[in-house]
T-cell receptor, first 113, second 114 residues
C-alpha cells in the first residue's frame, strides 16, 4: 500500500519567516495530495490540495508544489503568523475507489513571536 | 453550510464493552469516511461509506464496523473493546469520497478504554 513520509516532525520559525514542510510518497498511482491543519482539540482542517496534473498551487500565503518524478510534495507558508501554529499533515490518495487518504505523521509548526 | 458533526465528543468505556459513534456529514455529501488517530500510529483509514454501501476498507480487524443511513448519516461500531482502541475517531465528509474529492473532517470523538 501507499506510504507517506513527512519531515520535519517539529519546525520552529520566527514570526514573519517562511516555513516549508516536505512529504514523499511511495505509490506512483497516487494522484491527489491534500494538506491538513489540526489545532488542539479540533479535527483536521483542509487548507490546500493539489492533483497530479498540476505542479504548483497557491492560496494567499500558502502554496503546495508537487514533483511527480521524485514523488514528493511540499507545503510552503510565507509571512508566518502566530495563528499558523498547529500540527500539519500531508496525505496522498489514489482516488478511483482506492484506500482512503494515507497520512504522514505530522509536523508540529511553532511560530516564535 | 453546517460542518461535519460527531457525537458524542467524549466517551469512556471498559474493556470488553462495545461502542457506537455517530457522524452527520455536510448536507449534500454522500460519502463518510472514518479514521482513527493515535499518537503512535497517526491517522489511519478505517472505512468509507458511499450511498449506504461500504466502498473501501482499511486494515482493521472485524471488530470495527459501520453503516450509513439513507440520509447519509453514519455510525461506527467497535465491539469487544481493547485498551489499544483508545483514540480520537474522526469522520470525514465528502461529495466524491475516495474518488478524489475533498474530505472535510469533524471534531472527532475521543474514546478512552479502561
Amino acid at each position: 500500500g501507499e506510504n507517506v513520509e513527512q519531515h520535519p516532525s517539529t519546525l520552529s520559525v520566527q514570526e514573519g519567516d517562511s516555513a516549508v514542510i516536505k512529504c514523499t510518497y511511495s505509490d506512483s498511482a497516487s494522484n491527489y495530495f491534500p494538506w491538513y491543519k489540526q489545532e488542539l482539540g479540533k479535527g483536521p482542517q483542509l487548507i490546500i490540495d493539489i492533483r497530479s496534473n498540476v505542479g504548483e498551487k497557491k492560496d494567499q500565503r500558502i502554496a503546495v508544489t508537487l514533483n511527480k518524478t521524485a514523488k514528493h510534495f511540499s507545503l510552503h507558508i510565507t509571512e508566518t503568523q502566530p495563528e499558523d501554529s498547529a500540527v500539519y499533515f500531508c496525505a496522498a490518495s489514489r482516488g478511483g475507489g482506492a484506500d482512503g487518504l494515507t497520512f504522514g505523521k505530522g509536523t508540529h509548526l511553532i511560530i516564535q513571536p | 453550510k453546517a460542518g461535519v458533526t460527531q457525537t458524542p465528543r467524549y466517551l469512556i468505556k471498559t474493556r470488553g464493552q462495545q461502542v457506537t459513534l455517530s457522524c452527520s456529514p455536510i448536507s449534500g455529501h454522500r460519502s463518510v469516511s472514518w479514521y482513527q488517530q493515535t499518537p503512535g500510529q497517526g491517522l489511519q483509514f478505517l472505512f468509507e461509506y458511499f450511498s449506504e454501501t461500504q466502498r473501501n476498507k482499511g486494515n482493521f480487524p472485524g471488530r470495527f464496523s459501520g453503516r450509513q443511513f439513507s440520509n447519509s448519516r453514519s455510525e461506527m461500531n467497535v465491539s469487544t473493546l481493547e485498551l489499544g482502541d483508545s483514540a480520537l475517531y474522526l469522520c470525514a465528509s465528502s461529495y466524491l469520497g475516495t474518488q478524489g474529492g475533498e474530505q472535510y473532517f469533524g471534531p472527532g470523538t475521543r474514546l478512552t478504554v479502561t
